[in-house]
């Protein structure tokens, strides 16, 4: 089959695209024809790499999977060839106390999609069966891959770790990631005020289309000032920053006294420096998040499938232009979700 894949760890140029072999669906397994597969950050640090990440080479990244079941491993059942799916990206390899709490994304031997194994950038992927949802008739193939890891992700940071309560006020920093797109929408379906950080004029306008009540473009101006100024100097409750090493220490300026920052990223770099004055002044939680849970996945695509939240799609390149896919969601001008169909 054709992938989008790695043979060593590096930048962009490390990328392929070609034959790689075909998955088969091992005990309890499910092979899924791929009809498309958004990308994320996650993938360019996987194909980047870290200390202690051992992958089996050639490896191809793909965490949002939506297809076809195209054939069924042994002690399968319920599953007919050809049944429309979604894949929850989260696999659960053991059973230990952070499962048995419904808190997956903590244990151990939770594993990604396209991060601990090979994923959806191909024709097909070998997935758990019990990892499959049933597609409804009338979502498409790309509105449904689009949303699934980052809703995930955004719904655990904002209603489970920063616990958002009703008309409290939340910044996003950085508009056009997929994440805070779906941050924005969530903030709002949660009953809070949502104000934005954007990195362009088309991008400040696409988030007030999301439900940004207001929206400070960083290339005009001091953000922090503005808000502040638009807060009558308390700040915002929660700050939500997947930037990093960049912004971190404007969000200790953002955020209001009791308040809390999340954190499930860091697209500027893993390190950074803390005035803990700031920290201990205005008794600020630091809070780190990562995916979700099981049932998690189950309420986020309830409220993708009736509407309630909606994907945000920049692009979508064939499975051919992959390599090129990678390298515009790299450029970050993109607003929302890339994604990958196979030809």
Known sequence: MKAVYFETHGESEVLRYGEVPEPQAG???????????????????????????????????????????????????GWPVGTRVVV?????????????????????????LGEHRRGGAAEFVAVPARNLHRL??????????????????????????AA??????????????????????????AGARVFV?????????????????????????????ELLARTEKRGVDVVVDNVGRATLASSLKAVARGGRIVIVGNTSGPLTEIDLRFLFA????LIGSTMGSHQDFRVVTALLWS????????????????????????????????LLRPD
């Open 136 to 161: 409804p008739e009338g979502v498409g193939y790309a509105e449904a891959a689009a949303p699934l890891l980052v809703g995930l992700t955004a719904w655990r940071m904002l209603i489970h770790r």
């Open 197 to 225: 950080v954007a990195g362009s004029a088309d991008k400040a306008e696409a988030a007030r289309g999301l439900g940004a009540e207001e929206v400070f473009d960083r290339t005009q101006g001091d953000w922090v000032r």
């Open 27 to 77: 005990p309890g397994e499910v092979v899924v024809r791929v009809r498309a597969c958004a990308l994320n950050y996650l993938d360019i640090w996987v194909r980047r790499g870290w200390p202690g990440l051992k992958l089996s080479l050639p490896h191809w990244c793909g965490a949002d999977v939506a297809g076809e079941v195209a054939a069924t491993g042994p002690g399968v059942e």
């Open 282 to 285: 205005k008794q600020v939680s």
């Open 88 to 112: 929850d990206p989260g696999i659960s390899l053991t059973e230990d106390e952070f499962t048995r709490r419904g808190e997956d994304s903590l244990s151990p031997g939770y594993h990604i």
């Open 307 to 338: 509407g309630k939240l909606r994907p945000v799609i920049d692009r979508t390149f064939p499975l051919r232009e992959g390599v090129a896919a990678y390298r515009h969601l790299e450029e970050g001008r993109h607003f929302g979700k890339i």
């Open 164 to 189: 958002l309560r009703p008309a409290e006020t939340v910044l996003v920093v950085g508009a056009g990631g997929g994440v805070n797109t779906m941050a924005i929408q969530i903030a709002r379906l």
